[in-house]
């Protein structure tokens, strides 16, 4: 598909053209500049706002004022699955968010957040600063007039809490489950009813009943967000999104408007951003789940039947879309570094790991 096609298709379409010759120019004040980032996340969710915090105060301070970003939560400009189309149209300058939220702009963005039996922080970091990541996501950005990073990873995320114990597949049959990305489209071929609800908005959908079950991150955001008090049943391993990354992206023509040193400022708090917030959910993710255990939440893990089933809707879902030549071409790379990754992380780290539980208890 060429890119008149995606404009075409996309909300994109009929607002790009109204803006063109209308962007939104970033606000000047004595020399110095304004962007305006507006992000997928409500205003202090764990972890996710705080990531997107980092990436916009580093920009201010790297730049010693002259480039200043005026941060938007979801909502306060426009809302969290807006983001997208706010920055290619010139509303705002930038966004901070899961780019698995716009798979309907173009289904290859879901691999700059996660997809289904995906990669690893570690694997995707691996692959986008020393392999095609990096020049793919600008590859794809280019389409849309965006200039993207990777400024965030949540890490490995939880299964998710549930209403009801899962013990084979056919307990999703018509589950009401909240799942965004390529994960969502696989766990709705197991019969789920598939939700893609905000952040912000989940608590209240899950303490409602409007859904049956939700994933969120892990287990420190997961208990800041309070589902405990809703549900005890928490599974700890997930297949959905193994090592989350979030993104950062400016509209194109904003970015090469800027001067070389704003724009390496702003590709270097991204990948800062991506670390730093790497560490915090891991940081924080042991101590929170000792504390969910402590609170009478029962930690699961699903049966081998349901992995299974897991495995073959992920293959099916991810075929479906390898007529589109860019898709194929990201999904064959990610796959190539993953294996490669994956074959010395497994005989090095893996069997420390394992030798180190063993000797150590």
């Known amino acids: 598909m ?13 607002s790009a053209a109204a803006a063109t010759g209308a962007l ?13 980032m507006v992000t997928t996340w409500g205003r202090g969710l764990a972890g996710v706002h705080d990531s997107a915090q980092r990436v916009a105060d580093s920009i201010t301070a790297m730049s ?8 938007k939560a979801a909502g306060e400009l426009v809302g969290a699955f807006e ?20 798979t309907g702009q173009h289904p290859g963005y879901a691999y700059f957040t996660a997809v289904p039996f995906g990669m690893t922080p570690q694997e995707i970091t691996n692959w986008y600063y020393h392999g095609d990541g990096g020049a793919l996501h600008d590859e794809l950005g280019q389409i849309f007039g965006l200039k993207s990073f990777i400024g965030g990873n949540t890490g490995p995320q939880a299964g998710g809490w549930f209403n009801k114990e899962i013990k084979g597949p056919e307990d999703f049959n018509g589950l009401k489950f909240r799942m965004p990305g390529l994960g969502g489209k696989a766990l709705g071929k197991l019969g789920a009813s ?11 959908a899950l303490s409602s009943g409007a859904i049956d079950g939700t994933e969120w991150i892990g287990p420190w955001a997961d208990e800041k967000a309070g589902f405990q008090e809703i549900t005890k049943t928490y599974y700890t391993a997930g297949f959905h999104e193994p090592g989350a990354a979030l993104s950062v992206a400016t509209n194109r023509d904003v970015f090469d408007s800027l001067s070389s040193a704003h724009q390496k400022i702003i590709e270097v708090a991204a990948a800062e951003g991506h670390q730093w917030s790497l560490a915090q959910f891991m940081n924080n993710n042991g101590a929170a789940l000792q504390r969910l255990q402590s609170g009478g939440v029962n930690t699961l893990e699903f049966p081998d039947s349901v992995w299974d ?20 071409k990201i999904r064959n790379s990610v796959e190539t570094s993953m294996k490669a990754s994956s074959g010395w992380l497994t005989k090095s780290e893996g069997a420390y790991r394992a030798q180190r539980d063993r000797v150590l208890g």
């Open 2 to 14: 060429d890119r008149r096609s995606f404009l075409k298709n996309t909300a994109l379409g009929g």
């Open 24 to 36: 939104a120019a970033p606000a000047y004040a004595q020399g110095k500049r304004t962007l305006t």
């Open 64 to 71: 010693d004022g002259t480039l200043t970003v005026d941060l």
């Open 83 to 102: 983001v997208f189309d706010a920055v290619t149209a010139g509303q705002a300058d930038m966004y901070h968010g899961a780019d698995y939220y716009f």
């Open 194 to 204: 598939v939700q893609n609800i905000p952040g912000s908005e989940v608590y209240q």
């Open 309 to 328: 089933a897991f495995g073959a809707a992920t293959k099916e879902t991810l075929d479906e879309f390898m007529d589109d030549e860019l898709f194929a």
